[in-house]
């Protein structure tokens, strides 16, 4: 395979940047079930409830995804804030591979304790990062640790929020503070945290992520880890060091349409 040169790599990603970061994009993908809401509450949940839930096929996820926000009334917000204990057991048969019951619980439970203290989810990730953070890990790690310091959080819950202090990619928050951080003309993320900077992002690294990467030169790690995400992250920052993961769109939906590099 040829070497490409750094303006190849800039303008095969910029290109594909363009052709899928654009409202077409969103139907087929969860983040659709985000741009039902209005409320930025609604959406911060939603977007996280759905971020956490994604793997597997993306029609799955949004039909799960779905069924959630309908357990929920249809006002996720609301029902947090106001919802009894004895409300849950409404989710006893909802799931998604191994995502069950108990876990449902307890994020209930969190969820509905940090609102009763706090306006937005924003915070409990914002508050760990310092402006001269290069990179969201610290916020990550942060988050992580809030989320399970309640005396009742299950052990098993634990794999479904990554944390990069166990060199876990963390693919899904990644993606989650994406749509919620960074934000342009374009109409697919949502921009409404300001607390953390676009530029502080990381790449969410999955598997088609990977392939494209490695493809283009942007990755030479073997490990798919967090370190391998500050890599590619660092890599990409060279096109648009304010930006650096707008480039998740090329990346992603190239890998998915199988394109030929």
């Given at each position: 395979m040829p070497r490409r040169t750094k303006a190849?790599?800039?303008?095969?990603?910029?290109h594909y940047h363009d052709l899928y970061n654009k409202p077409d994009f969103i139907p087929d993908d969860p983040i659709g079930l985000v741009h039902a809401f209005n409320d930025v509450r609604d959406r911060e949940i939603v977007g996280f409830w759905v971020a956490t839930l994604a793997w597997g096929r993306r029609a799955t996820i949004i039909d799960k995804g779905a069924q959630l926000i309908e357990l929920m009334g249809g006002e996720p917000y609301r029902f947090i804030t106001e919802h009894r204990e004895e409300d849950r057991a409404r989710f006893a048969d909802w799931k998604h591979r191994t995502f069950t019951y108990t876990d449902t619980?307890?994020?209930?439970?969190?969820?509905?304790?940090?609102?009763?203290e706090h306006d937005s989810l924003e915070e409990a990730f914002a508050r760990h990062l310092r402006p001269e953070d290069r990179t969201i890990e610290a916020a990550l790690r942060g988050f992580h640790n809030d989320f399970f310091s309640l005396p009742e959080a299950p052990a098993r819950t634990r794999k479904h929020v990554a944390t990069p202090e166990r060199k876990s990619r963390c693919k899904r928050l990644c993606m989650y503070l994406r749509w919620m951080v960074r934000q342009d003309e374009r109409g697919v993320d949502f921009g409404d945290w300001k607390q953390i900077r676009p530029d502080q992002l990381c790449l969410p690294l999955d598997v088609h992520v990977e392939r494209v990467a490695r493809q283009l030169g942007l990755l030479k790690r073997k490990q798919c880890?967090?370190?391998?995400?500050?890599e590619l992250t660092d890599a990409v920052r060279r096109f648009d060091p304010?930006?650096?993961?707008?480039?998740?769109?090329a990346l992603f939906g190239m890998g998915v349409e199988g394109v030929k590099i």
């Open positions: 190849e790599v800039a303008a095969t990603l910029n619980l307890y994020f209930l439970e969190f969820l509905q304790q940090y609102y009763r880890d967090w370190k391998a995400v500050v304010e930006d650096p993961t707008k480039y998740d769109f």
